[in-house]
T-cell receptor
Framework: NAGVTQTPKFQVLKTGQSMTLQCAQDMNHNSMYWYRQDPGMGLRLIYYSASEGTTDKGEVPNGYNVSRLNKREFSLRLESAAPSQTSVYFCASRKDGWNTEAFFGQGTRLTVV | EDQVTQSPEALRLQEGESSSLNCSYTVSGLRGLFWYRQDPGKGPEFLFT???AGEEKEKERLKATLTKKESFLHITAPKPEDSATYLC???????????FGKGTRLHILP
């Protein structure tokens, strides 16, 4: 099983450029998440999707949009990248049920110059 | 607003020197508290879920405990391979959000 797959692994953008980070899971999970991780800041929730067709804001949604394309895929879009969005982005998924754990991808390291 | 505070930020121990990491939380209706381990350059890896005060879970040299206000991750006789960042997270009953603390960077010296 591949688990949670994120693409790309690395990306450099110029300020103002747009891009989409892709995430796909093959575990038939309902819930999916996008986090960003900055030095000393832990993981901060950007957006999440409790099921196909629904998305909700997390702690730091400004500057981002998401699409839950189907049950497998959850994408994160930066419409106009800013240096403050330089970070490592993690996607996660979890199945329904009490206290089920989230499984994480390997991350996308994004640098905005 | 749900909050998770972890302490200390960083901890250096000698191999075999036991210690505890703390996770204090504020959440309206705790559904579950999670502990993860994260190695450099990798995504977090699940360790434990706790969901009621008094609960304890163990895995090798790690034991997690939960009270109504905090959780502890006890590390007994650690080895250098236990060096990692340990993350605590909570979920409330009301929604599907999982909120993380900033983590504790643990370094075990041989």
């Amino acid at each position: 099983n591949a688990g949670v797959t994120q693409t790309p692994k690395f990306q450099v953008l110029k300020t103002g450029q747009s891009m989409t980070l892709q995430c796909a899971q093959d575990m038939n999970h309902n819930s999916m998440y996008w986090y960003r991780q900055d030095p000393g800041m832990g993981l901060r929730l950007i957006y999440y999707s409790a099921s196909e067709g629904t998305t909700d804001k997390g702690e730091v949604p400004n500057g981002y949009n998401v699409s839950r394309l189907n049950k497998r895929e959850f994408s994160l879009r930066l419409e106009s990248a800013a240096p403050s969005q330089t970070s490592v982005y993690f996607c996660a998924s979890r199945k329904d049920g009490w206290n089920t754990e989230a499984f994480f991808g390997q991350g996308t390291r994004l640098t905005v110059v | 607003e749900d909050q998770v505070t972890q302490s200390p930020e960083a901890l250096r121990l000698q191999e075999g020197e036991s210690s505890s990491l703390n996770c204090s939380y504020t959440v309206s209706g705790l559904r579950g508290l999670f502990w993860y381990r994260q190695d450099p350059g990798k995504g977090p890896e699940f360790l434990f879920t706790l969901y009621s005060a008094g609960e304890e879970k163990e895995k090798e040299r790690l034991k997690a405990t939960l009270t109504k206000k905090e959780s502890f991750l006890h590390i007994t006789a650690p080895k250098p391979e236990d060096s990692a960042t340990y993350l605590c997270a909570v979920q409330a009953f009301r929604d599907d959000k999982i909120i993380f603390g900033k983590g504790t960077r643990l370094h075990i010296l041989p």
